[in-house]
Every structure is written in structure tokens, then in C-alpha cells.
């Protein structure tokens, strides 16, 4: 099992920034991919960025590429997503995910492990 403990949401004016925080412990193996997700209230699920932790390769949904940027601290077992230039269609609960590989990196197929989510929101 992996335990993964979300930080750093919060309330932000529209092109403002923020940077989410994930730290992980568990089985090393269970932590190859990395990423996250959002969820608005009456929307589904929606993959937003995912790490490869053994390469450090990333993948990003086409509607944050070019404002958010995933990233990880080995040492320190903590993935990040900073997001900036953020808009108010970016409001949403974000969850941290991980899983032992990146298949479909934007479904949740490969996710075995979920964060309990931090709530970002953002105002026009």
C-alpha cells in the first residue's frame, strides 16, 4: 500500500499561482507513475499531469499544457504540480494517484492509491 498525503490547495484571483504538494511512503514499486487528478462538483474525474518517477518522463491533459508543470523530489517522496496562470474553469478538488505503471496516463485505470484531495479554487 501507498499512503499519499496532499497539500498546499487554496483559493487564488484567476492568473494567480499555486503548488500542490503529494508526499508518498509505501512500497517503492506501487510509486512508478504518479499524477494527478481534479474533479469539479457534477463532473467526473479528469487526469491532469503524470510522472514517470523512474525516468522523470511527464504527460499533460491538453487543457493545463503550457500553465502547469509536474515534478518530484526523489529524495524526498513528494511529487508537486505547479500551476500557474490558472483559471476559473481550473476550480476543482485535486487528487494525488499512485499506481505501479502510467497505462492510459489520463484515465484512472492505472491508479491503486488516491490521496484524500485538496480543494483549489479559483476566482475571476
Known amino acids: 500500500q501507498v499512503q499519499l498525503v496532499e497539500s498546499g490547495g487554496g483559493s487564488v484571483q484567476a492568473g494567480g499561482s499555486l503548488r500542490l504538494s503529494c508526499a508518498a511512503s509505501?512500497?517503492?514499486?506501487?510509486?512508478?507513475?504518479m499524477g494527478w487528478f481534479r474533479q469539479a462538483p457534477g463532473k467526473e474525474r479528469e487526469g491532469v499531469a503524470v510522472?514517470?518517477?523512474?525516468?522523470?518522463?511527464?504527460y499533460y491533459a491538453d487543457s493545463v499544457k503550457g500553465r502547469f508543470t509536474i515534478s518530484q523530489d526523489t529524495a524526498k517522496d513528494t511529487v508537486y504540480l505547479q500551476m500557474n496562470s490558472l483559471k476559473p474553469e481550473d476550480t476543482a478538488m485535486y487528487y494525488c494517484?499512485?499506481?505501479?505503471?502510467?497505462?492510459?496516463?489520463?484515465?484512472?485505470?492505472?491508479?491503486?492509491?488516491w490521496g484524500q484531495g485538496t480543494q483549489v479554487t479559483v476566482s475571476s
Open positions: 509505501g512500497y517503492t514499486a506501487i510509486k512508478n507513475c
Open positions: 494517484a499512485a499506481g505501479p505503471g502510467c497505462v492510459r496516463a489520463m484515465f484512472m485505470g492505472w491508479v491503486q492509491n
Open positions: 510522472i514517470y518517477t523512474n525516468s522523470g518522463g511527464t
